[in-house]
């Protein structure tokens, strides 16, 4: 482990990402955490009693639960959640037209082409800075077409009856203690409600933002799709760099009723000093698909483990994820397949690339319930080690309890291969482009799988990860 | 030596080791412009261990010098080699999974003429290779080498040999594996590929290919040196009587020495 995770960061990303703008902030809540700071936040936000009571309670669960015992002991030690702001809000309200941005953050994500990626292609958008959302467009035809896509708190206020009947039912605060954390002190994140039989041709986007230092963030998204209904969700993330940690703890819940289709895609990209402790889980009712589509660069440590639950018979769960962990980075990732009804489906596909003295473990499980006859799934892990310090490690569960199933497991661990890269340098590509190219092969399932915007994208963060890499 | 008259590829004295242990001893060699050489000899002779160190590969210990078109290139890395002109034709070709093949080609064309070629051009450039070497164009959207029959990645090596238009070919073992016709579309590849300006030298542990590739020079490897040369009647002798005699003679030699 290296004290200084900062100094090892390619200047790229200090220069697109990396940048923070003056705190000018409306209201930024002392360190530390306590049901004071609970208190505020609902008040501040004028919840109904039963948001700010179920906050209460997530905070005791919080207070309660001992830290994960599994998982990278080292890194989360060093979570301090006494030196943490729990809340911040930026001047300015939330904007629908773009021109109404205040201008410090409008320039932020100018910087960051999150307009320029709404024009292109996308048919909503929603940018959250620190806590609170600051912009949000969805299309007017979704719209008529009864599409609800807001943030978090407007969705709160807006469509109580919805909310209060989805919310915290696919993660309680109980479930562990970052998603207690989360429960009490959420704020922003997206809530999307998509109609019966209506399908969301085009991806909804959110991007979110960390800026101050010692931030945590701790939005809240809640997607349900109605039966038949289809939705694509978009998350990107980045944060400055600071030379002290920041936090960013989400709770994410989908929700697929019978029939439907979620797909959530994800580029994370934080910064060296970002801890991202992620809980995402779905429910998949009968014929419904999820799928999750999970990127993981940048952070520090990520501990996340997207989960769909198969509720009704036949639905289809798929996460896909890719992580790579340069020096000083741990991205524990994996996935979770429970299957509760019968003839459910599974897919997993895990890729990880580890360099330096990065680290990547693969956590996985896949349950299937008695009763749950004829499921199949199939789990693939993939781990690629650049230089002799990298490491990877697998750590599989299955639970099984009925015999009509079809299980498949693949784990692979692979060295850059010195063949590939003579193979290839005999063709004229020096070693660095040599390696990108094996690399980005690697990873190729899953960048098919994204927008061009964001496959283009992906892979040019790839090439700044793998600059100079010594074999 | 004047540049333009030099050989499009000489070495001197080569010796090469693989963790230590000599497997070539010492190979003097020189190919002209519009020859075509054939070094044959028995499995385990050091036939590809040599072709590997002369396109450079890293986990071999080489001594001696090689030049390319007149040029020292024994300090380069194999990707300054092949940017060079050189080229080696795998016999076990390797898989790049999740590389296309049409963008690896782009990449090594790229690489091999210095400059970007525009994607139409490039499309064209690679259909007639496609089509030349009676291979169907889904090639260019499959990944590299990956779940490709033996056939396949050798038709696809030659490809890459028209492609990039090598000043000096070495081929290892390019035959094996190969059926009568698909060695006969290979070896027109081949003819195709080497013109007056370049050399070829093909290792080959059998005479079957030299039928349709006719060798201009034949070499005799054993033991890890050049045990003979001589011309395509060479060959033929050793299609019919086997490789025995010259290892006898070579160990008749060297328990003479000794």
Known sequence: MKANPIADLNSDYLAKYGFHDPEDYLHKAPKGLHHGVVEMISRYKQEPEWMREFR????????????????????LGQLDFANIHYYIKARGDQANSWEDVPDNIKRTFDKLGVPEAERKFLAGVTAQYESEVVYHSIRADLEKQGVLFSDMDSGLREHPEIVRRYFATVIPPEDNKFAALNSAVWSGGSFIYVPPRTKVEIPLQAY??????????????????????????????????????????????????????????????????????????????????????D?????????????????????????????????????DTGAKMIHAAPHTTSRIISKSISKGAGRSSYRGMVKVARGA??????????????????????????????????????????????????YLQSRGLDADQARLMIVNGFIEPFVRELPMEYAVELNRLIELEMEGTVG | MNREDAPVFSCRDVHVAVEGKEIVKGVDLEIRAG???????????????????????????VSGEIFLAGEPVTQLEPDERARRGMFLGFQYPVAVPGVSVANFLRAALKARRGEEIPVRAFRKEMQAAFAALEMNPDFAGRYLNDGFSGGEKKRLEILQMLLLKPVLTLLDETDSGLDIDALKIVATGIDRAAGPDNGVLLVTHYQRILEHIKPDVVHVFIDGRIARTGGPELARELEERGYEWLEQEVAAVAGGES
Not at chain 1, 384 to 392: F, N, Q, Y
């Open chain 1, 295 to 331: 990127g993981n660069l940048g952070s520090k440590l990520t501990m996340k483990y997207p989960s769909v639950y198969l509720m009704g018979e036949r639905a289809h769960g798929e996460v896909l994820s890719v992580a790579f962990a340069g020096d000083g980075q741990h991205q």
């Open chain 1, 208 to 293: 979110f933002r960390i800026n101050a230092e010692n931030m945590g963030q701790f939005e809240r998204t809640l997607i349900i799709a109605d039966e038949g209904a289809s939705v694509h969700y978009i998350e990107g993330c980045t944060a400055p760099v600071y030379s002290t940690d920041s936090l960013h703890s989400a709770v994410v819940e989908l929700i697929a009723l019978k029939g439907a289709h979620i797909r959530y895609t994800t580029i994370q990209n934080w910064s060296t000093n970002v801890y991202n402790l992620v809980t995402k889980r779905a429910y998949a009712h009968e014929d419904a698909v999820v799928e999750w589509v």
């Open chain 1, 373 to 422: 006859v004829g499921c199949r799934t199939s789990v693939e892990c993939d781990a690629l080690l650049i230089g002799e310090r990298a490491r990877s490690d697998t750590y599989p569960t299955m639970d099984v309890a009925e015999d009509d199933v079809r299980v498949e497991h693949e784990a692979r661990v692979s060295k850059l291969a010195e063949e590939q890269l003579f």
């Open chain 1, 56 to 75: 209460h309670r997530a905070l005791d669960v919080f207070l309660s639960k001992p830290m994960p015992r599994w998982g990278d002991q080292e890194l």
């Open chain 2, 35 to 61: 020859e075509k050489h054939a070094l044959m000899g028995p499995n385990g002779s050091g036939k590809s261990t040599l072709v590997a160190a002369l396109m450079g590969h890293p986990s071999l210990q």
